[in-house]
């Protein structure tokens, strides 16, 4: 696990060592036992290690064929390479490490773009051609890696974070033809960012770059649709399942570093150590965040099962100027503006973990992948569906229950589709036309796109389009958040429910696998869940949920952001000077709930521009 960066000078200009170090270097924290850069007259290449397979300074980057035609710098893991590299060495293949960085290298020589179908794990790693003066870029299937680029008239640049290009001279600015998409869904979707000029390679794409600095080819080498489409039928799924699980796990379990896990108690997060002590791993160590609300803390179940099994146990509680702090680094090692609000305690947690382990498994995405969440079941029933539509003429006033009164903000679009689009929001059309604001542009290219991708995989079935279009821009954001948090911590997090081989397989399942009923996640809770304690699979759902309610009005770092925020630059920004935030906050303070997203939104977007932009430190 690493970091990355690349130049290409346009007008074949020898490239400056010194800006190449400096772009490469703030990216120390992914990277902190060991740099390397490599320049080919106007091409250059640089790395940030952080060792996890092969130790040695042998597996340092960028690498070199032995022929010194190819060169690599590579972020990421191959879990088979062990496996891959027994094929090569058959086929006359010699290896001068214990690396899989050598393995790719040599795999990338012997077949090309296509291998990448051979292999399980995650990167984004830029191979350059030195014969033909080419530059592939190339991105895992589900963008777990990321992979950065940007241009000017001058270089072509790729970067892990998109800190690195503000590192070495591009203007850090908000773009604010994207700044309706992130206020209302949380997040820029696909190619674009909220930064001016700077753009991601998206998930299972590559994209070649000659030596002027063009792009010549942008192609997607994987598409979930057409796997899944193609996937071999499967006779016993909850059989599939467990026995794919369990070999996703052992995969992540390769390494010559000790690794952890992430464990919150609940049901994801247990099926991984459940797998580990399945597979006979002993050490694992858990890692567990923990609050005194009890309607936000799930330690105590997962310090109970930990015990159950043997495994050493650390739960740590974020508060107070502690957490003050971490908020701040968590903007600074995320960049982009959090989406989920639980960098902070996840930035800590990695932290402390980092004093023990250097790789940590954790339980994310199962809920997407296998219809876990809550917010599903709407989708889940056409009968249910339709019921549910008169809630939409109850005057709000009538309707007590929060839960209830969020179900009505977002049922009154009555466009199924555009509801698909917003499943994952906290904010709705009608918080918009509540607070007088319009001509916000929702509905961004990238999201249409994929929402049409998912219609023609799934037609006539919104539950399934939903959970496909969750692929593309729910996951991408909880993998941003994860490749993050834990990276500034200089540890690698590996999700197994990821892995490619389950992805595929579930979404080639018939859809009585995906029924909404209980607590959802069919195929989960009948496999590995029948195996798990009852106080875990019958607990109810908490998920990661932060009281940054009760944090913003009483903790004194939050309470004086709070109280200012109303002054920020941001709401000078394109649209977003239409929100009333002094009435916002005042009602707020006030003691109304119901505004809570919106504050909250407003809240994070103004303190990350404060940090980010108009702090220099």
């Known amino acids: 696990m690493c970091g990355i960066v690349g130049i290409i000078n346009k007008n074949q200009i020898p490239i400056n060592p010194e800006k190449l170090i ?46 010194k035609r190819y060169t690599l710098t590579f972020n990421g893991e191959i879990f088979n390479y062990q496996e891959i590299k ?47 003066k080419t530059t592939l870029l190339v991105r895992d299937r589900m963008g777990i890696k990321p992979l950065f680029y940007a241009q000017t008239k001058t270089e072509f640049a790729f970067a892990s974070e998109p800190k690195a290009f503000f590192a070495y001279g591009i203007e850090k600015a908000v773009d604010e033809s994207h700044i309706d ?110 609050f005194q609300d009890s309607k936000h803390d799930e330690s105590k179940i997962a310090a109970r099962y930990t015990k159950e099994l043997g495994l050493d146990f650390h739960s740590f509680e974020f508060t107070g100027d502690q957490l003050a702090t971490l908020t701040e680094e968590a903007i600074y090692y995320s960049d982009e503006p959090f989406m989920h609000v639980q960098e902070p305690h996840l930035l800590g947690l990695s932290k402390e973990a980092k004093k023990d382990v250097s790789v940590l498994l954790s339980g994310e995405a199962a809920d997407e992948i296998f219809g876990g969440y809550v917010r599903y079941k709407v989708h889940g029933n056409q009968l249910r569906y339709n019921i549910l539509q008169l809630l939409i003429y109850i005057p709000t006033k009538y309707i007590k229950d929060e839960r209830w009164r969020k179900m009505q903000k977002y049922l009154y679009t009555k466009n199924q589709s555009s509801q698909i689009m917003m499943n994952a929001n906290n904010l709705y059309i009608k918080d918009l036309e509540e607070n007088n604001i319009g001509g916000f542009n929702l509905l961004p290219s990238y999201r249409l796109e994929i929402l049409k991708e998912a219609e023609t995989y799934f037609p006539n079935n919104p539950l399934r ?27 690698e997090n590996r999700e197994p429910f990821e892995d490619y081989r389950i992805v595929e397989g579930a979404f080639s399942l018939q859809d009585e696998y995906f029924t909404t009923k209980g607590k959802g996640k069919q195929i989960l809770m009948n496999s590995i869940g029948k195996k798990l ?56 303070k006030n003691g109304k709930k119901d505004n809570y997203a919106f504050v909250r939104q407003i809240f994070f977007l103004s303190l990350w521009y404060e940090k980010y932009f108009q702090n220099n430190n």
Not at 38 to 61: T, V, W
Request: hydrophobic share 35%; glycine share 6%.
């Open 22 to 67: 400096i772009m490469r270097d703030s990216l120390v924290h992914r990277g902190p036992d060991a740099a390397g850069i490599y320049i080919d007259e106007h091409i250059g290449f640089g790395h940030r290690r952080l060792s996890i397979i092969d130790l040695s300074s042998n597996a340092n980057q960028p690498f070199h064929s032995n022929c």
């Open 181 to 290: 998409e992130l206020f209302f869904y949380r997040h820029v979707s696909g190619e674009n960012t909220i930064f001016k000029g700077i753009k991601r390679i998206l998930p299972g794409y590559y994209m070649i770059v000659n030596s002027e600095g063009q792009i010549t080819q942008t192609s997607r080498w994987y598409h979930l649709g057409e796997k899944a489409k193609k996937y071999p039928s499967i006779e016993k799924p909850y059989q599939w399942f467990e026995e794919t699980f369990l070999s996703s796990v052992n995969y992540r379990m390769v390494s010559d570093v000790k690794v952890g896990t992430m464990l919150s108690g609940g049901l994801d997060s247990s099926s991984v150590i459940y797998a580990q002590n399945k597979l006979g791993y002993k050490n694992i160590s858990t890692w567990n965040i923990a």
């Open 465 to 491: 389009q939903l959970m496909y279009m969750e692929q593309f821009t729910h996951i991408a954001t909880l993998n941003d958040r994860n490749d993050r948090v834990s990276m500034g911590a200089s540890i």
């Open 533 to 588: 304690p009852e106080y875990i699979t019958n607990h109810r759902k908490i998920g990661l949920s932060i009281p940054w309610d009760h944090i913003m009005l009483n903790q004194p770092y939050f309470r004086d952001h709070f109280d200012k925020m109303h002054l920020s630059d941001f709401f000078k920004i394109g649209n977003m000077s239409q929100i009333d935030v002094v009435q916002l906050m005042n009602d707020f």
């Open 86 to 132: 027994t094929d090569l060495i058959q086929n006359g293949f010699h290896f001068q490490t214990e690396s899989d960085t050598e393995v790719l290298l040599q795999l990338l020589i012997h077949e090309g773009i296509r291998c990448l179908d051979k292999l399980i794990g995650f990167w984004a790693f830029a191979f350059y051609d030195h014969q033909e």
